[in-house]
């Protein structure tokens, strides 16, 4: 289950990684394997040919992955770094259902950013960490946390 | 806010077996949707365009350190196209972008707060594949439950 960051946590708690793009092109491609592939699927629709191609949904051509969408690099990102917190802005409403049902991971936004097809997730609070088990149970504690 | 476009209705380009064709009806258009569409791809074909139209500037998240904010408050007449917006706009970005009358906005990314925009200023990418040539055109967004939800969130925190 994921755990959801609304505050920015101070460095020395956990480091935050705002741009996904450049963090996915110079670390976590190197850590990629076979679980890699499905979510390249899922989320752009291109298959991952090698560690550093996949072809492209349009027509098919091989590019390198550092193409693959920012949303698809960020669901890697907080899939392949659970010691890290990624901030899902620029995550569509396809990547958050993949981010939502990843076994662990951290993400960071100060908006609510919630996939419909969630089942559970923790919550970073103050007091600690707590499950939360709905959508709007979630939305409601991400718009009143303080 | 509804403002025509100030700049340009329309923009065309083409990049080897793409083509791009954007009717633009307000001065900005947020570009949404699902991950994995082609909105960064686009934008780097618009990119290339501005390259010989000095009217258009593209910004990306390579210009998160760049000095893009003050050269858009000194702008006069130009299309901006600003792909990664949501990192690269702050709250007072997004209220100078909204009272813009001298310069026009393409902004790709998803979080409307601030923008002052209508429903129809909000547009999804549209691909079709005819003869080899893959085109690209706007449509109206059909809402994403998100976006409501920022709108709602930007709402309560302002109220």
């Given at each position: 289950?994921i755990t959801?960051?609304?505050?920015?946590l101070?460095?020395?708690?956990?480091?935050l990684?705002?741009?996904?793009?450049i963090?996915?092109?110079?670390?976590?491609?190197?850590?990629?394997?076979?679980?890699?592939?499905e979510i390249i699927r899922?989320?752009d629709?291109?298959?991952m040919?090698?560690p550093?191609?996949?072809?492209?949904?349009?027509?098919?051509?091989?590019?390198n992955?550092d193409?693959?969408?920012?949303?698809?690099k960020?669901?890697?990102?907080?899939?392949?770094?659970?010691?890290?917190?990624?901030?899902?802005?620029?995550?569509?409403?396809?990547?958050l259902?993949v981010?939502?049902?990843?076994?662990?991971?951290?993400?960071?936004?100060?908006?609510?950013?919630?996939?419909?097809?969630?089942?559970?997730?923790?919550?970073y609070?103050?007091?600690g960490?707590?499950?939360?088990?709905?959508?709007?149970a979630?939305k409601?504690w991400?718009?009143?946390e303080? | 806010?509804?403002i025509?476009?100030?700049?340009?209705?329309?923009?065309?380009t083409?990049?080897?077996?793409?083509?791009?064709?954007?009717?633009?009806?307000a001065?900005?258009?947020?570009?949404?949707?699902?991950?994995?569409?082609?909105?960064?791809?686009?934008?780097s074909?618009?990119?290339e365009?501005?390259?010989?139209?000095?009217?258009?500037?593209?910004y990306?998240?390579?210009?998160?350190?760049?000095?893009?904010?003050?050269a858009?408050?000194?702008?006069?007449?130009?299309l901006?196209?600003?792909?990664?917006?949501?990192i690269l706009?702050?709250d007072?970005m997004?209220?100078y972008?909204?009272?813009?009358?001298?310069?026009q906005?393409?902004l790709?990314?998803?979080?409307?707060?601030?923008?002052?925009?209508n429903?129809?200023?909000?547009?999804?990418?549209?691909?079709?594949?005819?003869?080899?040539?893959?085109k690209?055109?706007l449509?109206?967004s059909?809402?994403?439950?998100?976006?409501?939800?920022?709108?709602?969130?930007?709402?309560e925190?302002?109220?």
């Open positions: 289950m959801v960051y609304k505050k920015k101070s460095s020395r708690t956990m480091e990684v705002v741009m996904n793009d963090y996915f092109n110079q670390y976590t491609v190197s850590l990629l394997d076979d679980r890699a592939k899922q989320i629709h291109s298959d040919l090698s550093f191609s996949i072809s492209s949904r349009f027509d098919g051509m091989a590019l992955i193409k693959i969408s920012t949303g698809c960020t669901a890697l990102n907080v899939l392949y770094n659970p010691d890290k917190v990624f901030d899902v802005r620029e995550c569509g409403d396809n990547v259902d981010i939502y049902a990843l076994p662990e991971g951290n993400i960071y936004c100060d908006y609510p950013l919630i996939s419909f097809e969630m089942d559970e997730v923790m919550v609070e103050n007091k960490k707590r499950k939360i088990d709905s959508y709007e979630l409601d991400w718009i009143h303080d | 806010m509804k025509k476009p100030v700049v340009l209705d329309r923009i065309q083409m990049h080897t077996s793409y083509k791009v064709d954007f009717i633009l009806e001065n900005v258009t947020l570009i949404v949707g699902d991950s994995g569409t082609g909105k960064s791809t686009v934008f074909f618009l990119q365009l501005a390259a010989e139209n000095r009217t258009i500037k593209c990306n998240y390579l210009d998160k350190k760049t000095g893009y904010k003050s858009i408050k000194r702008a006069n007449g130009k901006f196209i600003i792909d990664n917006a949501d706009l702050d007072a997004r209220w972008i909204a009272t813009d009358g001298k310069n906005y393409i790709i990314g998803r979080n409307p707060t601030g923008l002052m925009l429903q129809e200023d909000i547009m999804e990418l549209s691909s079709e594949k005819h003869n080899g040539i893959t690209f055109t449509k109206y059909m809402s994403s439950y998100n976006i409501i939800d920022y709108v709602e969130a930007g709402n925190a302002q109220s």
